[in-house]
C-alpha cells in the first residue's frame, strides 16, 4: 500500500536539522528522516521509500518503524481544530502590514519620532506629566489603558502569524506572578526559521508604532491620553525583555540559537547541575548561559512581585476604601479583584492539568 506524507510541512532549520510537522504537531528530524517523507509522497510504498532513500543517501532507514513513530506522535492525520475567529483572515488581507512599504512607513515615521523629541524633548513621557489630580482615575484609565493595548499587542502577532499562514489562538495565561494576554502560533514551525520572527516580534512593532506616531502628535498638541499610550507601549516593549519568561525577546533569542526548547533544555541543564549529576553531554552554549539568566531573572522577578506588586496593590485597596463611596474606589476595587481572581484561577487550573496529566504525557522527543 502506498503511503501519502505530502500534507506534512518539512522545513529546514538547520545544517542536518529539519522541522516536520501538520500544522499542530511537530517533530525536530535529521535529514535523512526529511528525506523518507519526501519520498512517501503517495506514489511509493514503505518498501519503495526505503530503496529510493538508501539509493540517494546511502542509508538504510527502518521506513516502517519511522512511519510507526510519526503515528505515535499524532503526526499521520491532519489535526481536527474547529474553526476560529482569527481563520476569517487570509494572508492577503494583512500579508501589506509587513511588506516593504510597510517597513519604509514605519521607519519614516521613527525619523520622525527621534526630530521631534529632539526639537522638543517634552514630547517624551514623564511619570510626573501622568500624574492625574485623581490618583484613583488614573489608577482606573491605567489599567483599563493597559489591557486595551495589551490586546492590540497581540493583534499584532496574529496579524503577523496569519499573514504567513499561520493559525492563531487568543487567550488568557499566566507568567510567573503577571496575568498575561497570550497568543499560540504553535503552526509558526511550519514555516522557515527567519520568517518566524515576523509573528515572534510584529508586537512589539505595534508598540513601537504606537510610541513614534504619539511623539509626532505631541510635538503639535499636547493630549493626556496619548502620553499615557506612549507610557504603556514603552513599558509593555521594555517587559518583553523580562526573557527569564516566555516572552516575545525569549521565543525571539531562542530562534537565534536554534534551540527549539531552550527554557526546558535550561530548566533541566540545572537540575543535573544541583544534583550533581554528570554531565557529558554538555549543552550548547546558548542553553548554558540562558540557565544562569533565567535562575537571576526569577530572584528578580520574586523581588519585584514582593517588593512592588503586593505594596501598590494594598496601597490601591487601602486608598480606595478610604475614599468609598463613589465610582473611582468602586471600579478601583473591582479592577484589582477581577485581575487577582483571573490570575488565581488560571494558575491553579494550569497547575491542576499538570498534576493530572503528568502521568499521561509522553515526553516529545527526535524521531
Not at 48 to 71: H, P, S
Not at 136 to 144: D, E, K, S
Not at 315 to 320: K, N
Request: aromatic letters at 10%; hydrophobic letters at 55%; proline letters at 4%.
Amino acid at each position: 500500500m502506498k503511503t501519502d506524507l505530502s500534507f506534512l510541512s518539512v522545513v529546514a532549520d538547520g545544517p542536518d536539522d529539519y522541522v516536520i510537522g501538520n500544522g499542530e504537531t511537530f517533530v525536530n528530524v535529521p535529514g535523512v528522516a526529511a528525506a523518507v517523507v519526501a519520498a512517501l509522497d503517495g506514489t511509493r510504498t514503505v518498501a519503495q521509500a526505503r530503496a529510493q532513500v538508501l539509493a540517494e543517501r546511502g542509508v538504510d532507514v527502518d521506513v516502517a518503524a519511522f512511519v510507526a513513530g510519526l503515528e505515535g506522535a499524532g503526526l499521520l492525520g491532519r489535526p481536527r481544530r474547529p474553526p476560529n475567529r482569527w481563520d476569517r483572515i487570509r494572508p492577503r488581507h494583512v500579508a501589506w502590514l509587513f511588506s516593504r512599504p510597510a517597513h519604509a512607513v514605519l521607519i519614516l515615521l521613527t525619523v520622525c519620532a527621534v526630530a521631534a523629541a529632539v526639537a522638543d524633548p517634552g514630547v517624551l513621557p514623564s511619570l510626573t506629566a501622568l500624574v492625574w489630580s485623581d490618583s484613583l482615575t488614573f489608577t482606573i484609565a491605567f489599567a483599563a489603558g493597559s489591557w486595551i493595548l495589551v490586546l492590540v499587542h497581540e493583534l499584532g502577532h496574529i496579524a503577523a502569524a496569519r499573514s504567513l499562514g499561520v493559525r492563531a489562538e487568543l487567550s488568557l495565561g499566566t507568567r510567573l506572578q503577571f496575568l498575561v494576554v497570550q497568543t499560540r502560533i504553535t503552526g509558526i514551525w511550519g514555516v522557515p526559521r527567519r520568517a518566524r520572527y515576523r509573528a515572534y516580534l510584529a508586537g512589539m512593532r505595534t508598540d513601537w508604532f504606537l510610541v513614534c506616531a504619539g511623539a509626532c502628535t505631541l510635538y503639535f498638541a499636547e493630549v493626556p491620553l496619548v502620553r499615557l499610550v506612549m507610557v504603556i507601549c514603552l513599558s509593555q516593549i521594555a517587559w518583553q525583555f523580562l526573557f527569564f519568561m516566555r516572552t516575545d525577546v525569549y521565543y525571539a533569542f531562542a530562534n537565534a540559537g536554534g534551540n527549539k526548547n531552550l527554557m526546558a533544555d535550561a530548566q533541566a541543564y540545572l537540575r543535573a547541575v544541583l544534583r550533581g549529576a554528570d554531565r557529558t553531554a554538555v549543552p550548547r552554549r546558548s542553553v548554558r548561559v540562558y540557565a544562569w539568566f533565567l535562575v537571576a531573572g526569577r530572584v528578580l522577578g520574586l523581588g519585584f512581585f514582593a517588593l512592588y506588586t503586593l505594596p501598590i496593590t494594598v496601597e490601591v485597596c487601602r486608598r480606595s476604601v478610604a475614599e468609598l463611596p463613589g465610582w473611582q474606589p468602586v471600579a478601583a476595587l473591582a479592577l484589582v479583584a477581577a485581575g487577582w481572581l483571573l490570575y488565581l484561577g488560571l494558575l491553579g487550573r494550569r497547575l491542576l492539568r499538570s498534576r493530572l496529566l503528568q502521568p499521561l504525557l509522553l515526553r516529545s522527543r527526535s524521531l
